[in-house]
């Protein structure tokens, strides 16, 4: 109510009054919505609990994981391990492809294994799952901190976004120089880098589909006529590249600078390119299997893989979080604000491109 005006003593006696009910209103309803936070909160905690004395009482789980190397994958479920006592998770890593062939055959053969997948890119995957209602239906209480960028990927009690990886460039800098270093995603189909290449197969690698269906409709397809005349050498996954990479058996490939860093770190000549044309932001989701042998286990582990400890493991191995908004540094100490990223392509339209773009591509590299 918009205050009348008064004349003389009243005035300033009646604005008093009115501020200190003003601020004992205020007041109120922070207290009332702290009250309401820490009940939340304990109610989460207390949900949790329940989870883990659940877990407590099933045998160790089995994940089914392509979005990172097996390392980072063992270090995620040790960590869990650590915070939970006595939970185990077992690992078991392949491509995007190898991890959605394997769940295939599960299926078929009515044995679900993995209680919780988490693979690269929701294309066709997951779609494949969900009209297949192959996956339980689960809201994690971690999902309303997902950050606003990466909330159009939800499928709602389904499929959740666990993080994001830069797919970039990567250079031999021994016998490449900084002058001569490819720059932007054109470099691949320039004659100067023949017999120089290492390219993964989108066929197998969910990060490699991504960079096909978004580089199709981006520079056609005379742009992949281009590398194909340039004679790469065709891997299963962008992680296989880097030891060609480091190597020098092929001077220049297509990564994420999740999988250069380490390479880096450990003294091999390898340099990261984020392309002037635009790093692609490719989405890790999780999700958890209906009929999970360990559905307990799964559903506390999913809420593992968007809290804070496993986020503190993504930032460390160059990877972004889809909770909490951290912000990690970049190969050679950029910031996401530094480079240009692609957007992210809508899920609908990532699913039409996915099989279409990756069985031309076969067509034309074989495989």
Excluded at 58 to 72: A, C, H, N, Q
Excluded at 158 to 185: E, H, Q, T
Excluded at 255 to 263: E, T
């Amino acid at each position: 109510m918009r205050p009348v005006p008064l004349h003389c003593g009243m005035k300033t006696v009646l604005g008093s009054v009115t501020r200190l009910l003003a601020r004992s209103a205020l007041s109120a309803a922070i207290a009332a919505g702290s009250l309401g936070l820490v009940s939340r909160h304990a109610l989460a905690q207390a949900d949790l609990g329940e989870l883990e004395k659940a877990a407590r009482q099933e045998t160790p789980m089995t994940w089914y994981v392509s979005f990172y190397g097996t390392e980072i994958a063992e270090k995620a479920a040790a960590a869990f391990s650590t915070k939970y006592p006595g939970l185990t998770v077992k690992v078991v890593r392949a491509t995007t492809g190898g991890t959605f062939q394997r769940l295939n055959q599960d299926l078929r053969a009515n044995n679900v294994v993995a209680s919780v997948v988490t693979m690269s890119g929701i294309g066709d995957h997951y779609g494949e799952l969900l009209r297949g209602k192959h996956l339980a239906e689960f809201t994690p209480k971690m999902a309303d901190k997902i950050i606003e960028q990466f909330k159009p990927t939800i499928v709602p009690n389904y499929v959740y976004p666990m993080a994001g990886g830069l797919m970039a460039m990567a250079y031999n800098n021994k016998n490449v120089s900084a002058a001569d270093a490819p720059k932007a995603w054109s470099d691949f189909a320039d004659p100067k880098w023949k017999g120089k290449i290492a390219v993964g197969d989108p066929g197998f690698s969910g990060f490699d589909a991504a960079l096909v269906a978004w580089l199709s409709v981006e520079k056609g397809w005379d742009y992949f006529k281009g590398m194909k005349a340039n004679d790469p050498l065709v891997q299963r996954s962008t992680f296989d590249s880097i030891t060609s990479l480091s190597s020098g058996e092929r001077l220049m490939a297509p990564m994420p600078d999740g999988v250069a860093a380490p390479a880096i770190e450990k003294g091999n000549p390898v340099t990261v390119v984020y392309p002037t044309d635009g790093s692609l932001l490719i989405m890790g989701f999780t999700s958890v299997m209906k009929g999970a042998p360990q559905p307990n286990t799964a559903k506390l582990f999913t809420e593992f893989l968007l809290g804070p400890e496993h986020a503190k493991i993504l930032i460390e191995n160059y990877y972004d979080p889809a909770t909490l908004g951290a912000e990690r540094e970049l190969v050679g100490g950029k910031k996401l604000k530094d480079i240009k990223i692609v957007p992210l392509l809508p899920s609908a339209e990532y699913a039409t491109l996915l099989k279409s773009s990756t069985d031309q591509w076969r067509d034309l590299f074989g495989g």
